[in-house]
């Protein structure tokens, strides 16, 4: 069973309790997640397999998919809480955002931060898209048909929307990185949530990045020996096996940061330290 951190300080504001903790726990954040996965390996490998199905359903799977996407994460952390505590994770836990009462409506209303970022993104692409199209003529346009103004041109354009959609990417990370498992363990509202998530994510932000960065670049560098054998094989995998892991990052996170003394020492953690008022 892994135990919380008892280290750093408490900060207390407009009635919200949360704990900063340094960067270096976003690594036992990570460790963590892979020793709750490898205990019980099958039932997060399902849900991860399940969340890819529901992708697969043509037209309405990745719509589906995105709106109930943290009503599933935050059932993948409850597993994750059920294997930490000395229990045995189950698959239809993967449910349990819709079975806990109250919970599934606050869950959904977490989606639209993530949906609005692929509404932004999937305009700039059309945009640099429309933008080869209208110069070359062509709805399928050749790079090499294209005069060097132009590919300088959509060139700045993708590096203009890199620098704006990362950062944007990251607030929204932010805004959802403490607020699923808000929601499911403390059964607070969505907006409270998204609100409180900032707040300890901007206290935390050390943790908070390296954990993002560390992820990505696991997926980078799992992905890309997968894409040489099929770019299918590198698809399945990584979105069977990222989910349940990050849901698990998720739930640690909140066991750090945000829950209560009882709760933190009903899981073998060390007394909190005090609270300090900012």
């Known amino acids: 069973r892994l135990t919380?951190?008892?280290?750093?300080?408490k900060h207390r504001t407009h009635g919200m309790t949360f704990k900063r903790v340094e960067p270096r726990q976003a690594v036992e954040w990570i460790r963590g997640a892979v020793r709750l996965m490898l205990a019980n390996p099958a039932p997060f490998l399902l849900m991860g397999m399940a969340m890819n199905l529901i992708a697969l359903v043509p037209v309405l799977g990745p719509i589906v998919r995105m709106v109930v996407t943290p009503v599933l994460y935050a059932g993948i952390a409850s597993a994750a809480r059920t294997q930490n505590e000395g229990g045995q994770a189950d698959f239809m836990q993967l449910l349990d955002g819709f079975r806990v009462p109250g919970?599934?409506?606050?869950?959904?209303?977490?989606?639209?931060?993530?949906v609005a970022l692929q509404i932004i993104s999937a305009?700039?692409?059309?945009?640099?898209?429309?933008?080869?199209?209208?110069?070359?003529?062509?709805?399928?346009?050749?790079?090499?048909q294209l005069d060097p103004a132009t590919l300088l041109e959509m060139a700045q354009m993708m590096m203009l929307a890199l620098v704006t959609l990362t950062p944007l990417a990251l607030f929204v990370a932010a805004l959802l990185f403490f607020a699923i498992t808000r929601v499911m363990f403390d059964g607070i509202t969505a907006l409270s949530a998204l609100r409180e998530s900032l707040r300890a994510v901007f206290a935390s932000a050390g943790a908070f990045l390296l954990a993002v960065l560390t992820l990505f670049f696991a997926s980078v560098a799992i992905t890309l020996p997968l894409l040489a054998i099929h770019p299918m094989l590198a698809l399945l995998v990584i979105n069977t096996l990222l989910p349940p892991l990050i849901a698990c990052v998720l739930y640690l996170a909140w066991r750090d940061v945000f829950a209560?003394?009882?709760?933190?020492?009903?899981?073998?953690?060390?007394?909190?330290?005090?609270?300090?008022?900012?």
């Open 260 to 278: 209560r003394p009882a709760q933190s020492e009903s899981e073998g953690a060390e007394p909190s330290p005090a609270v300090i008022e900012v």
């Open 103 to 114: 919970r599934a409506g606050p869950l959904i209303t977490l989606c639209l931060p993530g």
């Open 123 to 144: 305009s700039v692409l059309l945009g640099i898209v429309a933008k080869a199209q209208s110069a070359s003529g062509s709805a399928a346009p050749d790079p090499s």
């Open 4 to 9: 919380a951190a008892s280290s750093g300080h």
